[in-house]
């Protein structure tokens, strides 16, 4: 009975991993760009998020956040 409770959750384990958005932040106001792959929108318009380059939290007040590949993401950020 242990089997088939392992496959499933396995499967929500590949599911799951598999869900991951990936976005670049660009600053309007110094025009640095950010990866990220989680960031928290504010009432106020600001987004804060963690550097996937740097680690660092950074809160932008005016940015431009775009949704993009996994592909770019991992290029921009040198990650496998």
């Given at each position: 009975?242990?089997r088939?409770?392992?496959a499933?959750l396995?499967?929500?384990c ?7 958005s ?5 600053d309007?106001a ?8 989680d960031?928290?929108r ?21 940015s431009?956040?775009t949704?993009i ?10 990650t496998?």
């Amino acid at each position: 009975m242990m089997r088939p409770r392992t496959a499933i959750l396995a499967g929500l384990c590949v599911l799951l991993a598999s869900c991951t958005s990936y976005y670049s932040v660009r600053d309007t106001a110094t025009g640095t760009v950010y990866y990220t792959t989680d960031l928290d929108r504010s009432r106020t318009g600001a987004v804060s998020f963690e550097d996937a380059r740097t680690g660092s939290s950074i809160t932008a007040q005016n940015s431009e956040v775009t949704e993009i590949g996994r592909g770019e993401y991992r290029r921009a950020t040198g990650t496998r």
